[in-house]
């Protein structure tokens, strides 16, 4: 499995001090190549703690916020949510590689205080910067962390005999993260094909859809169609 797959969490204490130079440098070129390749129009603001600084209904949950990507585009951009969460979390994985924090935030943050243009569709955001000093208790916490995660055989329904390959990849799914922890992306193998669904109806189902695919594929290989039912090709 890959590090950062197994040590990433959602950083919500980070150190308020800037990112450096080449962090900053490294998150610009990244962003960048997102939205060529997706149609998304992301954006790296590296300060945008005035969306963190007086929100009251966080209850102090996000400390020394500053950095963090503002996932937008297009509303027509076929898979936009499905696009933002696959290619999101890749970068969140390479950012865990460089020693960096992150966590996606849908809904916790004052929402005015960032823009986004008429015509475009606000996505959701990612935080970005250098983990901070946490309390022992929260420690404790952490470290208990992934038994939070539901068992692949609540995230996978199987006909007939599974991979190896197959079960690597739901591992690396079941520790994804998802809006409130919500796990609910589902994946379904049938007589050697695999597909993944989430619902339709929440607010962030297909941004944790393209979260689960990204996840897949970082430990399986091959690559993910977009869309809900999208079969896995190797
Ligand atoms: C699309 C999305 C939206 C999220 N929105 C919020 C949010 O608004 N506030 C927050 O504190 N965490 C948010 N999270 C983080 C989840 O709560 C977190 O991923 C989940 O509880 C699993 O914990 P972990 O990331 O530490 O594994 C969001 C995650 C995702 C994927």
Not at 181 to 208: C, K, M, R
Not at 215 to 226: L, P, T
Request: net charge negative.
């Amino acid at each position: 499995m890959r590090k950062a797959i197994e040590e990433r969490y959602s950083v919500r204490t980070f150190d308020p001090k800037p990112l450096s130079a080449e962090d900053v440098a490294f998150l610009e070129q990244r962003v960048a190549a997102i939205n060529a390749k997706t149609g998304l129009n992301a954006v790296f603001l590296e300060d945008g703690s005035k969306a963190f600084s007086g929100f009251k209904s966080s209850y102090g949950m996000f400390r020394g916020v500053r950095s963090l990507i503002l996932l937008k585009g297009d509303p027509s951009t076929p898979n936009l949510f499905e696009k933002a969460g696959y290619h999101g979390e890749a970068l969140v994985l390479d950012l865990v590689d460089r020693g960096l924090g992150t966590c996606w935030v849908g809904g916790t943050f004052d929402k005015s205080a960032l823009e986004v243009p008429a015509g475009e569709q606000f996505i959701c955001l990612i935080l970005v910067g250098y983990p901070g000093k946490i309390a022992l208790k929260d420690r404790v916490l952490l470290a208990r962390l992934h038994d939070r995660y539901k068992p692949i055989s609540e995230r996978l329904t199987a006909v007939g005999h599974v991979s190896q390959t197959v079960m690597n990849g739901m591992e690396s799914v079941r520790l994804a993260p998802s809006a409130a922890n919500s796990q609910t992306p589902h994946f379904n193998y049938d007589d050697g094909i695999l597909t993944a669904t989430a619902p339709e109806d929440s607010t962030f189902g297909l941004v944790d859809l393209g979260i689960a695919k990204c996840h897949f594929v970082e430990e399986a290989g091959g690559s993910f169609e977009f869309g809900l039912g999208g079969r896995w090709l190797l």
